[in-house]
C-alpha cells in the first residue's frame, strides 16, 4: 500500500490521505525550487499538481536541477518534470504548462489550483503571483535563495498576510542564481520547507507559517522567524488587476543591442544606464545618463518626455522593470536594450564601432 | 546596545552579519537612515524588524536599549 507510512501517522491517517488525494497546487517554476518540491508533492500523493515552465532543461540546472537528466538537456523543464513525477506516482494527475505565467493565465489558473507555490527566480514575478492571489483568494507559499540563505513564508492564508505586507517597495533589484550563484543543497533545503507548508496546509496539521518570515541560513544552520502582519488594506480585485498588469506586460518592447546602437547620433535619442554606478563595463555614449533603478522613480525630472529612450542594464532584465516605470509615468517612446550593456559591450568591441 | 542582524545583499555589503552599536534615543528611522549613510545602502532595498517583528511605520517607532534590529532584503533566487 503505497501511502501506508504516512498514513498510520496520528496527524495523518485515511482522511489526511483523502485531503491530499483532493487537493490542487500549482508549482511556479520547475527550476531549483520547482525540482525539489514536485517529487515530495507527487510522492505524498498530492491529487493534482500543476507545473508552469516555459525553459528547456540547461548543463548548468544540473547542480541543482536534480529531477532532470543529463541527456533530457534542451527537452522542456515543464515536461520532463511531469514524465518524473508520473513515473514515480502513477496515481496522480500532473498538469505540465509550457507557458509563462503572466497576465493572462495568472487568474484562470488560480482560480483552479487551491495552493499556489512561488518556485519562481525573479521578484517581478512574485509580485505577479500576489496579486493573482489576492484577487482569487488564494494562499501561496513563498521561497527564495540568495546564496547561502533562503527565505519562506505562506502568503494570504486565511486572510493572512501577503507579500507586499512584507516587501511593499517593488523596485528592488534582487540578483538571482544566474548572477550570485547557488549550491544544490540550498534550493533543495528551502524547496523541503515550501513542500513541508503545502502539506501542512492541506492536512491541516502543524503551524503554517503565515504571518511569519522564516530565513534560514545553510552557512551556520540559523534559523530566525520574523512576524510580519497585514498592512495592505487596498485589496486588488480582477479589473485593477489587468489595468495594472495590462500596461506592465503589453507596452513593454525590447530593441536588439544592434538596432539600439545603430541610433548613438540620433540626438532624439537618449541611452538610459540603469545600473549601480559601480558596475562595468561602462558604455560611454554620448547621449546618455546613469540613473540606477532604484533611484529611478524620483529622478524621472533629468529625463526628458519628448525623447525617445532606450534603456539598458547588465544583462537585460531590470531595464525591462525600468521601461515599466517609465511607461506608467507617460514616457511613451520607451525601449528596454535586450542583452543589456554586456551585448553592447560585445558588438562595440567586435565591429569597433565608435561611440564617442 | 543596539543589535543589528543583516541578511542578503545587505549583509554583503556590510560586509558582517551582525554587529553591536551603541544604543541613542532615535527612532527606528533615524537608525535606518545612519546606516544607510555609513555603509552606502541607498542602492538596496529592504524591510526592517525589531525584535523578531517586521515594523513598517519606522518613523514613529522609538528604540529602547537592547533592541534587536534586522535588515530584512528581498530573496530572488529559485
Same mark, same amino acid.
Given at each position: 500500500m503505497r501511502y501506508n507510512r504516512q498514513i498510520i501517522l496520528p496527524e495523518v491517517g485515511e482522511k489526511g490521505q483523502e485531503k491530499l488525494t483532493q487537493a490542487k497546487v500549482l508549482i511556479i517554476g520547475a527550476g531549483g525550487l520547482g525540482a525539489a518540491i514536485l517529487p515530495y508533492l507527487a510522492a505524498a500523493g498530492i491529487g493534482e499538481i500543476g507545473i508552469i515552465d516555459d525553459d528547456a532543461i540547461e548543463i548548468s540546472n544540473l547542480q541543482r536541477q536534480v529531477i532532470y537528466k543529463s541527456d533530457a538537456v534542451g527537452k522542456s523543464k515543464a515536461l520532463e518534470a511531469k514524465e518524473m513525477a508520473l513515473s514515480l506516482n502513477p496515481l496522480i494527475q500532473i498538469n505540465a504548462i509550457t507557458d509563462t505565467l503572466n497576465v493572462k493565465n495568472a487568474i484562470p489558473l488560480f482560480e483552479y489550483y487551491d495552493i499556489m507555490v @512561488?518556485?519562481? @527566480?525573479?521578484?517581478h514575478t512574485k509580485y505577479l503571483i500576489n496579486d493573482a492571489c489576492v484577487v482569487t483568494h488564494k494562499p501561496f507559499v513563498y521561497g527564495s535563495i540568495y546564496k547561502f540563505q533562503g527565505q519562506i513564508s505562506v502568503f494570504n492564508y486565511q486572510n493572512g498576510p501577503t507579500y507586499r505586507c512584507l516587501?511593499?517597495?517593488?523596485?528592488s533589484n534582487s540578483k538571482n542564481c544566474v548572477d550570485s550563484g547557488v549550491m544544490g543543497i540550498s534550493v533543495g533545503i528551502i524547496g523541503m520547507f515550501q513542500a513541508n507548508e503545502v502539506l501542512k496546509m492541506v492536512l491541516g496539521i502543524g503551524n503554517v507559517l503565515s504571518g511569519e518570515l522564516l530565513i534560514y541560513n545553510m552557512l551556520n544552520n540559523d534559523q530566525q522567524k520574523f512576524d510580519l502582519v497585514k498592512t495592505n488594506t487596498n485589496p486588488l480585485n480582477q479589473l485593477d488587476f489587468e489595468k495594472k498588469y495590462n500596461i506592465i506586460e503589453n507596452t513593454v518592447l525590447e530593441i536588439s543591442a544592434k538596432e539600439a546602437l545603430e541610433q548613438i547620433d540620433n540626438s532624439d535619442v537618449l541611452f538610459l544606464d540603469v545600473r549601480n554606478e559601480e558596475e562595468l563595463p561602462k558604455i560611454s555614449l554620448t547621449n546618455s545618463i546613469q540613473i540606477p533603478l532604484s533611484d529611478l522613480e524620483e529622478n524621472? &525630472? &533629468? =529625463? @526628458? =518626455?519628448n525623447k525617445a529612450i532606450l534603456i539598458y542594464c547588465q544583462s537585460g532584465i531590470r531595464s525591462k522593470k525600468a521601461a515599466e516605470i517609465l511607461k506608467k509615468h507617460q514616457f511613451l517612446k520607451v525601449q528596454s536594450i535586450s542583452g543589456g550593456a554586456l551585448k553592447l559591450q560585445e558588438i562595440i568591441a567586435n565591429n569597433a564601432i565608435s561611440v564617442s | 546596545m543596539l543589535k543589528l542582524k543583516y541578511f542578503g545583499a545587505v549583509a554583503e555589503k556590510i560586509k558582517v552579519q551582525e554587529e553591536n552599536i551603541p544604543f541613542s534615543n532615535s527612532s527606528l528611522q533615524e537608525l535606518v537612515d545612519a546606516l544607510e549613510q555609513k555603509y552606502d545602502l541607498t542602492s538596496l532595498s529592504y524591510s526592517i524588524a525589531v525584535n523578531q517583528k517586521i515594523v513598517q511605520d519606522t518613523n514613529n517607532y522609538m528604540l529602547i536599549s537592547n533592541d534587536v534590529v534586522a535588515l530584512l532584503p528581498p530573496f530572488a533566487g529559485g
Open positions: @512561488d518556485a519562481t @527566480d525573479n521578484l516587501f511593499p517597495d517593488e523596485s524621472l &525630472k &533629468k =529625463l @526628458d =518626455l | -
